[in-house]
C-alpha cells in the first residue's frame, strides 16, 4: 500500500526498485519478504550500492525478512524537533522521537517487527510522508485498506 510512496506501488516494480530508492536518498529504509534465496541474492545488490541489511526468519511458512537502509543516526537524518512539533500541530504525541537521537536507523530496523504498528517511528523508518502518518495513525487509511484485501474466512 505505502511500499515506495510519493506515487510509487509496488505492482509492476521489482525489489531492486525499493533498494535503489534507498540508495538514493528517496526512502531511509525498507522492508521486503520472500524465499531465503532470493533475499540473499537482493542483500548481495544492497550491500554494494553502500547500505545496511539484515536478514530474519519470520512467522509466515518459509519465508524471510530483508531489512535495508541508510547509515546514520535518526538525529543525523531527521530534524526530530521539527517532526514533534509536525504531529502535536496534528493532535498526536511524537515526543518519543525525540529519544531516538542516538540511535542508529539499522538497529531500529531490525528490532521494528510489529507490521501493522501505526506511529511516527514506522513512517520515519519506512520514508512514510508525515500526512502519510497522520491519516494511518488516525485510522483514515490501514482500516479501509485491511478490508479490502481481507480474504473471507
Not at 15 to 39: M, Q, Y
Not at 62 to 81: V, Y
Not at 110 to 134: A, F, I, N, Q
Request: glycine share 10%; with cysteine.
Amino acid at each position: 500500500m505505502l511500499h515506495f510512496t510519493g506515487g510509487w506501488s509496488w505492482k509492476g516494480a521489482d525489489d531492486k526498485a525499493l533498494v535503489d530508492r534507498v540508495a538514493k536518498g528517496l526512502k531511509p529504509a525498507g522492508i521486503t519478504w520472500g524465499e531465503i534465496a532470493t533475499l540473499v541474492e537482493l542483500e548481495e545488490y544492497a550491500k554494494s550500492h553502500g547500505l545496511i541489511t539484515h536478514i530474519k526468519k519470520v512467522s509466515l511458512a518459509g519465508q524471510h525478512e530483508l531489512g535495508i537502509s541508510c547509515r546514520g543516526t535518526f538525529g543525523k537524518l531527521f530534524d526530530l524537533d521539527a517532526l514533534v512539533r509536525d504531529y502535536a500541530r496534528a493532535g498526536f504525541d511524537a515526543s518519543n522521537l525525540s529519544s531516538l537521537a542516538a540511535t542508529r536507523l539499522a538497529s531500529a530496523l531490525k528490532e521494528w517487527s510489529d507490521r501493522e504498528k501505526d506511529d511516527p517511528v514506522t513512517g520515519l523508518l519506512l520514508g512514510y510522508p508525515v500526512e502519510t502518518t497522520w491519516a494511518v495513525m488516525a485510522g483514515n487509511v490501514l482500516p479501509r485498506y485491511r478490508e479490502a484485501t481481507s480474504q473471507p474466512g
